[in-house]
């Protein structure tokens, strides 16, 4: 049974920074493609950032430059460091896996839909 474990979430001031670590278990030997996802209060589910087992990663304009994802070489991990925290990003951040490579072609508004593993979820909210 595959199983996501998020941690790390928080309450931190606008300019502040949080790592959100999450843990896959129970995958068979293989590729597999991790991401993370979140939904702020009234909106749909975005996208955040993606990784590949080889730890090739990608994230969307939104949060690229102050947001970072990292895999610790392949280890069944998924740590993403937030930087430079606004309001704005107050939300509840998911960790996803699927089996295969990411497909970096896929548009960002489609890849939620790839994935078939998710964690339970982690708040960050971030206010003064």
């Known amino acids: 049974q595959v199983q996501l474990v998020e941690s790390g979430g928080g309450s931190v001031q606008p300019g502040g920074s949080l790592t959100l670590s999450c843990r896959i278990s129970?995958?068979?030997?293989?590729?597999?493609?991790m991401g993370w996802f979140r939904q702020p209060p009234g909106k749909e589910r975005e996208p955040v950032a993606r990784?590949?087992?080889?730890?090739?990663?990608m994230m969307p304009d939104s949060v690229r430059g102050r947001f970072t994802i990292s895999n610790d070489n392949g280890k069944n991990t998924a740590d993403l460091q937030m930087n430079n925290l606004t309001p704005e990003d107050t939300a509840m951040y998911y960790c996803a896996a699927h089996e295969g490579r990411c497909d970096w072609a896929m548009a960002w508004v489609l890849v939620e839909y790839i994935y078939n593993y998710w964690g339970q979820g982690t708040q960050v909210t971030v206010s003064s």
């Open positions: 990784i590949d087992i080889d730890g090739v990663n």
């Open positions: 129970g995958l068979t030997d293989g590729d597999y493609c």
